[in-house]
């Protein structure tokens, strides 16, 4: 249909308000964006990246040769290349069962795990299985922003809880029995965390399955960082209290093998009294699985061999590193001005740092900070505004060490010339 000056009158384009609720994910991912658009080309030293949590580029953080070779397998087989079932490859649904298994005081069947592209897969499924009217679920700040993301794509309200950072970045147990009413369906859970770098300890993590066992609620645990572990804290599965209260398990290769893009993650059930089967929770991520996407066929095939043959060596050489640079990290921060590292990371990628803008001279928050590092210094920072934490900052420790040592030292001469000159004299 023309309108009145000739031109069509296109239908389409109407503003989609689910998008624009949504927006939190492709924030933080602008923010960086931003971010590395303000590094200066001609500086000749190489750019420091701390914003993400793909260790990928480094050759320290390379995956399992038997990894590789399962792969190549997998493929020569000429055994995958058609379409896997909706949930997911049996001998490889099996494999994470085992896996999964050899962790909880009880066994999980084939049967209890679908497989999925991904760990953001799994939230996508997870978010909109919960979207029924009037439902909330409660997120954890700080946290990850595709589960705000997936929740207002899928209409699903969401209601932040807090973590704890003069507690270990520990859940607010009041704080989540306040926040959650009678639409409450269920609270995430990250452990361990990121980007709080905090692992759980096992007495906490029992404090949370009996807070959701008193408010009726399921825990949905992403633990795609599990044993992904460098300090004194050992990783728990949240699973271990399912007996307590219903637990849906997020995880994934792809922190622990360090391939993000194989895209291989998993939903399991540890759930060993069956509520989620009862109440139809498992039904329904079966149904939104089979209109969904596939994880790849030749990764699910290569699964049980990647499980089975990856040397323990691997993992403890891969935390050797991690624990190296928490180490750096932890103690370069301890000597700058301005910054303040609350908690020690003990797992996942990340650590989260408060930043004293009082200290600075023509800074006003954390954006600017990040923005200014990256042109002077070619150091590239994630905002905690991203992360609904203005003023704090997200830096990821997945770094080859000297590099992270080096883009630390650069931290600290920023600081340096843009400290006020009051807190120069006193330091001094």
């Not at 040769?65 to 792969?71: D, F, L, M, R, Y």
């Not at 099996?94 to 897969?121: F, I, K, M, Q, W």
Request: with cysteine; charged share 20%; proline share 7%.
């Amino acid at each position: 249909m023309d309108s009145c000056d000739g031109e069509v009158a296109w239908r389409f384009g109407a503003a989609k308000p689910e998008l624009a609720a949504a927006d939190g994910e492709i924030r933080m991912r602008a923010l960086v964006s931003r971010i590395y658009g303000c590094v200066d080309a001609s500086d000749p030293r190489p750019v420091v990246p701390l914003a993400s949590g793909d260790p990928t580029p480094f050759a320290c953080f390379r995956t399992a040769p038997a990894a590789e070779e399962a792969v190549t397998a997998a493929v020569a087989s000429g055994k995958h290349n058609g379409y896997p079932s909706a949930t997911g490859v049996t001998e490889a649904c099996s494999a994470v069962a085992t896996y999964l298994s050899r962790y909880l005081p009880y066994e999980l069947s084939t049967g209890d795990v679908v497989l999925t592209a991904g760990c953001n897969h799994g939230i996508e499924i997870m978010m909109a299985v919960l979207a029924t009217p009037g439902a909330n679920v409660l997120l954890p700040r700080p946290g990850y922003p595709l589960y705000e993301a997936r929740a207002a794509l899928s209409g699903l309200k969401f209601l932040h809880y807090d973590l704890l950072p003069e507690k270990g970045w520990e859940v607010d147990i009041q704080g989540v029995k306040a926040l959650a009413n009678e639409n409450t369906v269920a609270m995430v859970i990250v452990n361990p965390n990121n980007p709080s770098g905090a692992v759980y300890s096992s007495h906490h993590l029992a404090k949370i399955a009996e807070t959701a066992r008193e408010l009726g609620i399921m825990v949905i645990s992403d633990e795609v960082y599990e044993h992904f572990v460098f300090g004194n804290k050992p990783f728990v599965p949240m699973g271990v209290f399912g007996e307590i209260a219903p637990v849906v398990t997020l995880g994934g290769i792809s922190k622990r093998w360090m391939v993000p893009g194989w895209k291989l993650g998993w939903i399991a059930m540890t759930d060993p009294k069956g509520i989620l089967r009862k109440k139809k929770i498992f039904a329904s991520i079966i149904v939104y699985r089979g209109i969904s996407v596939d994880p790849a066929a030749i990764v699910q095939g290569a699964i049980p061999q990647i499980i089975a043959n990856t040397d323990e060596t691997f993992f403890t050489n891969a935390m050797n590193v991690m624990r190296e640079t928490a180490e750096i990290c932890y103690q370069k921060l301890k000597g700058i001005k301005g910054v303040t590292c609350p908690h020690k990371p003990e797992g996942s990628m990340f650590v989260m740092v408060k930043l004293d803008m009082s200290c600075f001279c023509g800074i006003d928050d954390d954006i600017e900070f990040c923005c200014k590092l990256a042109k002077e210094e070619s150091v590239v920072i994630s905002p905690g505004s991203g992360l609904e934490m203005k003023n704090w900052l997200r830096i990821s420790i997945a770094v080859d060490p000297p590099l992270l040592e080096d883009g630390l030292e650069r931290v600290k001469s920023f600081c340096l010339r843009h400290v006020k000159p009051i807190i120069m004299n006193q330091a001094s």
